[in-house]
């Protein structure tokens, strides 16, 4: 049982005029098992959100905790924070020329395990996942990311989540440019994962379809850097029907 | 009909300050074509240059000590070995000339091929070597002065590599003529494994003959000062020829790189690209690309690439592609560059993988030079220069990572 503990996270961002503050103050436990989908508009600072827990150079806190299990993870770099047990699945999964996926994985693995995995049962688990992922094998010797398809980059992402176990994972817009049959196959593969380790979601997303394949326990509206209204899955068909306009007035009066 | 589109554009030298230098590189225009520069096999047609010459101007002429000189002092000790039917001989300069070698083409070159008789490498004609030949080339002495002219000839069909290793300490400067048959596969591959006090220069040229196929790598990363010119013309049509190289310079070496692609016949190929990684307060590396097609070169497909990564302040890098084109029927011509320092964003992703920032700049560097050293056709060379560059990595102190680097791309398509 692993518990992700924000409180009263502030985040800026250096601008040409100075700093500007884009999280203003967010509060949200994420349990072991759970799923809690952040929805909201652009802009709205959802991926700040997930890019400050990871430990993106370029955001600054300016205030508040994150603890996972109580320990302070601001404290920790960006890999540190991947070795306590924190995944981030990018929206915009960054190129690694001449790196093979399955050098990648094997070096990832073995820096968060503190060892390398053993040979024959990591092959045969890299194999599973990516039939699961429906990934050709030839995927395997690609450099990571290079020439991939945005349906591509989202699967190798969910591989390195089956595969590196976290205790939480921040998925930033995992569905974001995908077709109906990809955005299953990636869902599939998220909740094989949750299935397999009781994993902590945090799913970040500005459309509901994605909930119809991962099933949020809680849902929270992200609007200005804060949490403005949450609830359960309700709230996301509430959103579907209305979409954020509510929100923004509020916001904007 | 013919289209002269002049793209000689030097890019940029940027430092690890990473402000790029205005002094240098960018504000410069070569005042005349590539063609134009002199080639020749008498030692008066080239004065002993300062350093304010184009073709020297980024080359610290004053460490080359007496190398720009004739007369040689001595010789490298040569260890060879040959696969059945290569043969090594000597014949008297003016029969090696008579061969049709490509003249010199700087002071360096001609001082090398100023002796009175020079190797001959032969490779029969249809002989596919499975067994690549190799020749070292080993300095006992810094204080030697070596000028050396090695002829490889390659009959038609012929297949083969052949591999000369530089080692030891040696002021050594070098001609290498190569001479590749009608559709004959030739790589001639180039480590420069020198000691740190070592300096080389040399010029590497190929006459690649009709629908030959024809690869140089060259591999630097020993050495105070080297320079190493490798310089492609096509003796016919369908010539195919690839130029590569990997370098990684510490502090106190000048690693420098130039290679010249005379377009001068249709329908030939090129494809040149040269990585190199920088670490140190002095540390220097310069690459000039030109490239010229010819009027007459219809068809011609070509295309120039150098990469730098600077992993720490100090080291400076300067790259400079030249592309003249003459005619626009071209299957298409272009040229990049860019120098920079590690993308945080790639050492971001691979840091939020649990890989600590240090392997994950190692990851990051030996992805970097993958796609160069893979195509090295000696594995035990392979490997060499594999562990070669992770030693090299081993004591290199990081600079801060940046996104900004400077690229140029330009590319011609062929016209309707």
Redesign the interface.
């Known amino acids: 049982m692993s518990t992700l503990e924000i409180k009263g996270l502030t985040v800026s961002v250096q601008t040409e005029d100075g700093p500007k503050e884009i999280l203003r103050g967010v509060d949200l436990t994420v349990n072991s098992g759970e799923t809690h989908a952040i929805m909201g508009p652009n802009g709205s600072g959802k991926s700040t959100l997930a890019y400050s827990i990871a430990g993106h150079p370029k955001y600054t806190v300016t205030g508040g905790t994150v603890t996972l299990d109580g320990e302070d993870v601001l404290a920790m770099s960006v890999d540190e924070r991947a070795r306590a047990g924190l995944f981030l699945a990018m929206q915009y999964p960054v190129e690694v020329p001449g790196v093979t996926v399955s050098n990648f994985l094997r070096t990832a693995k073995t820096a968060i395990d503190g060892e390398a995995p053993k040979l024959r049962t990591w092959v045969k688990d890299v194999k599973q996942a990516m039939n699961n992922l429906r990934m050709d094998p030839a995927f395997a010797e690609r450099n990571v990311n290079e020439g991939f398809s945005g349906g591509e980059k989202k699967r190798h992402e969910i591989l390195q989540l089956q595969l590196l176990k976290p205790k939480m994972a921040i998925l930033d817009e995992t569905d974001s440019g995908l077709d109906i049959d990809a955005l299953r196959i990636v869902s599939e593969g998220v909740n094989q994962a949750k299935d397999e380790t009781d994993l902590g979601v945090l799913l970040i997303t500005h459309y509901t379809r994605i909930l119809r394949y991962i099933q949020p326990d809680f849902v929270h509206v992200f609007v200005d850097g804060r949490i403005v209204e949450e609830g359960g899955k309700e709230l996301a068909d509430r959103l579907e029907e209305e979409g954020y306009d509510r929100f923004l007035t509020q916001a904007s009066a | 009909m013919s289209l002269v589109a002049d793209t000689s554009r030097p890019v940029d030298a940027v430092t690890a300050a990473g402000r790029a230098h205005t002094d240098s590189a960018a504000a410069f225009v070569p005042d005349k074509s590539r063609a134009e520069r002199t080639a020749s096999f008498d030692v008066a047609d080239f004065p002993v240059p300062s350093g304010r010459e184009e073709e020297w101007r980024f080359t610290p002429v004053k460490k080359l000590r007496g190398l720009l000189e004739t007369g040689a002092t001595g010789r490298l000790r040569w260890e060879t070995v040959l696969p059945e039917g290569v043969t090594l001989s000597t014949l008297p300069a003016a029969d090696a000339r008579a061969l049709g070698l490509l003249p010199p083409q700087d002071r360096a070159a001609v001082v090398a091929a100023d002796v009175d008789t020079v190797t001959l490498l032969d490779i029969p004609a249809e002989a596919e070597l499975s067994e690549p030949v190799r020749i070292r080339l080993v300095g006992d002495d810094l204080e030697q002065r070596v000028h050396e002219h090695l002829v490889v000839r390659a009959g038609h069909h012929a297949k083969a590599t052949v591999l000369l290793a530089h080692r030891g300490s040696a002021q050594y400067s070098q001609l290498v003529s190569v001479l590749t048959g009608d559709a004959s596969d030739v790589t001639l591959v180039s480590a420069q494994r020198w000691e740190d006090d070592a300096i080389h220069l040399a010029q590497h040229d190929a006459l690649v003959g009709r629908d030959a196929t024809y690869r140089h790598i060259s591999l630097t990363l020993g050495g105070q000062v080297v320079r190493l010119n490798a310089n492609v013309r096509y003796a016919g049509p369908g010539g195919d020829a690839t130029l590569l190289g990997v370098y990684f310079a510490d502090s106190g070496q000048h690693l420098e790189h130039r290679s010249f692609v005379d377009h001068n016949t249709a329908h030939c190929k090129s494809h040149v690209t040269y990585k190199g990684a920088l670490q140190g307060d002095t540390a220097r590396t310069v690459w000039v690309g030109d490239a010229l097609i010819r009027a007459e070169a219809e068809g011609t497909d070509t295309y120039e690439l150098n990469r730098n990564l600077i992993l720490t302040d100090g080291a400076r890098a300067d790259s400079v592609p030249n592309l003249e084109i003459e005619t626009g029927e071209i299957e298409g011509a272009g040229h990049a560059s860019a120098t920079g320092r590690f993308?945080?964003?790639?050492l971001?992703?691979?840091?939020?993988?649990?890989?600590?920032?240090d392997?994950?700049k190692r990851?990051?560097v030996?992805?970097?030079?993958?796609?160069i050293i893979r195509e090295i056709p000696l594995a035990d060379l392979r490997d060499e220069a594999t562990a070669a560059i992770e030693h090299e990595l081993a004591t290199t102190e990081y600079a801060a990572s940046t996104t900004s680097t400077s690229t140029t791309l330009d590319r011609t398509s062929k016209e309707n």
């Open positions: 993308d945080d964003l790639q971001f992703y691979l840091q939020a993988r649990g890989i600590p920032e392997e994950a990851l990051v030996r992805g970097f030079f993958a796609d």
